[in-house]
């Protein structure tokens, strides 16, 4: 079964964001592939019968005095199963480095919340990709004691831009993580895709077996396009 995470990034203001949420009860959706990752302040209103709730970051510290941050048991509290750690944005406007990366996902591993740990190479990177894949890898989890996980390929040029690679580079570059996870960290993981995943390519790219599931920003802002893809992609009730 594919899994699809709605990344909704920096999107909709309360009123909205409640719209959304009551036309998100009206999907047909099993419950365990769909998770749903709003803003911070609208996590509580996000609490359907249709979908798990996720959390696009978490602090790196556990409690305490770090103001503007939201921990994990804050976010615990308020109901999330997954929290995305290193979107690549937050990489790029946060300046979060793989080190800080670390700190998280053993926070993620030590309270039971399931990382969806983001890694992919920029533009300039494209030619040494998989060396940046293994860096990213290895220095966000070399010797910390994992349990589950999941690993979201995104290439950083193809968020947001319209743009995603040939399929079978998705294809290779996810059968490298994996056999590069069960070789190194003894781990078999999903592997899903993000990068501008939306109704209109959704069918092609899941031709490809190795994807175990989608990381959707854009797309999914609009419920009408989110159903579409359920739809294609079979995960109805
Ligand atoms: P996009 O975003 O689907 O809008 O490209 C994906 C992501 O940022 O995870």
């Not at 406007?93 to 983001?118: G, Q, T």
Request: charged share 25%; proline share 2%.
């Amino acid at each position: 079964m594919k899994l699809i995470i709605s990344n909704l990034k920096m999107n909709f203001t309360l009123e909205e964001a409640k719209s959304y949420k009551e036309a998100l009860d009206t999907l047909e959706c099993k419950k365990n592939t769909l998770i749903i990752c709003p803003s911070y302040p609208y996590l509580s209103y996000f609490n359907g019968k249709n979908y798990y709730l996720g959390s696009q970051n978490i602090a790196s510290r556990k409690m305490g005095s770090l103001t503007g941050e939201v921990s994990i048991e804050q976010l615990i509290s308020l109901g999330i199963q997954y929290a995305i750690i290193g979107h690549s944005e937050r990489r790029i406007y946060s300046n979060e480095d793989d080190h800080l990366i670390r700190k998280k996902m053993a926070l993620c591993f030590d309270y039971h919340v399931v990382p969806i740990l983001c890694i992919g190479e920029s533009l300039e990177e494209k030619e040494k990709k998989l060396e940046v894949l293994k860096k990213q890898l290895d220095t966000v989890l070399y010797d910390l004691e994992l349990k589950e996980i999941i690993i979201a390929y995104e290439p950083v040029w193809s968020i947001g831009t319209g743009n995603t690679p040939a399929h079978d580079e998705i294809k290779s570059t996810l059968q490298w993580i994996k056999e590069y996870m069960k070789n190194n960290y003894s781990i078999e993981c999903k592997v899903i895709y993000g990068g501008s995943v939306n109704q209109r390519n959704i069918e092609s790219l899941n031709r490809i077996e190795e994807i175990d599931g989608y990381l959707i920003g854009g797309a999914s802002l609009k419920i009408e396009e989110l159903r579409k893809i359920i739809e294609i992609l079979e995960v109805k009730k």
